[in-house]
């Protein structure tokens, strides 16, 4: 599984670095259809630094126009609909001259997978192709959310704080379904937006770290992979790669990744902080009453 890492100082000089890993993969550009393009669009509070830096949706968005495709860029946000959100990081002003399509992933189609069943987005479903571009954090629950954890945006609206509560207090069940999930989505690449990182904690209310780097890969495990090492975290630390090594999953384990262009052991982060104790998965009646509030607020 082949990871593409590079170092990016700012996000004024993204462009060029994002056209040059997507030229890198081994990425089939579909002839029909829509690119599916799904950052992370969490919240309109503190966007800035929770979400997908606008100018790496959009270099992605410009690439996928340069060879023909047609565009969507969609996510279903932990609170308030797409186009709330990326006007609030300032995606909406950075997509205004190209012609793409911004939808919030909803239109829930009910799917089984694994042992799992939840209402995936159609238009998630029916992409041609996936481009996953989340946002390196911090992670309160999970303790770092990069690839895998970011499609977790695929599924509509409530019925993500109902899997917290039907699977968050089950030992194993939660990044069981990330995992999943993962695997019930049309082909998938990932490019991971680490120029400004958020460490602390997250996904929302953590602190700016400088990792200045980008990677992609076709395999998002393996994606991830390279973050973790990148951190100096073990199986054990993450509970979405402890899963993924549970089931056998090629890109979990770090002696499959080739790193053609730089690799983890050239960017020395250290300083980034992770959580050390996490929070419960679970959602209680109450707290899943107060997100319900939040969306409908929001």
């Known amino acids: ?74 996510d279903s946000p932990a609170f308030g609909s797409a186009r709330k959100v990326a006007k609030a990081c300032g995606l909406l002003e950075a997509l205004q001259d190209l012609d793409v399509e911004l939808v919030t992933l909803d239109v829930p189609v009910t799917k089984h997978f694994g042992h799992f069943t939840s209402g995936i987005s159609r238009k998630a479903l029916e992409a041609a192709l996936v481009v996953n571009l989340p946002k390196l954090k911090a992670h309160c629950q999970m303790r770092i959310s990069a690839g895998v954890k970011n499609l977790f945006g695929t599924v509509c609206g409530f019925r993500k704080p109902l899997i917290h509560c039907r699977h968050g207090d089950r030992k194993g069940q939660f990044p069981a379904f990330f995992v999943h999930l993962m695997r019930a989505l049309p082909p998938t690449l990932s490019l991971v937006d680490g120029i400004i990182a958020m460490h602390k904690t997250g996904p929302t209310h953590g602190e700016p770290f400088d990792c200045s780097m980008v990677g992609a890969s076709m395999d998002t495990v393996a994606l991830d992979t390279a973050v973790y090492e990148m951190l100096g975290l073990q199986p054990r630390d993450v509970p979405i790669w402890r899963e993924c090594v549970r089931q056998d999953i090629a890109g979990a384990f770090p002696e499959n990744v080739v790193y053609p262009w730089m690799t983890p052991r050239d960017f020395v982060l250290d300083g980034f902080e992770v959580p050390q104790n996490l929070q419960p998965q679970a959602f209680g ?13 929001e």
């Not at 393009?37 to 966007?47: D, H, Q, V, Y």
């Not at 009646?285 to 409908?296: F, G, I, N, T, V």
């Open 285 to 297: 009646l109450r707290r899943l009453m107060r997100s319900l509030y939040r969306r409908r607020m």
């Open 1 to 74: 599984m082949k990871v593409f890492l590079q170092q990016v100082d700012s996000y004024e000089h993204v462009e060029p670095v994002v056209f040059r890993l997507l030229e890198a993969l081994p990425v089939v550009v579909p002839s029909t259809g829509y690119v599916l393009i799904k950052p992370n669009l969490i919240s309109s509070r503190k966007a800035t630094l929770a979400c997908t830096h606008p100018a790496v949706v959009r270099a992605v968005a410009r690439y996928f126009l340069s060879k023909g495709c047609r565009g969507v860029i969609g």
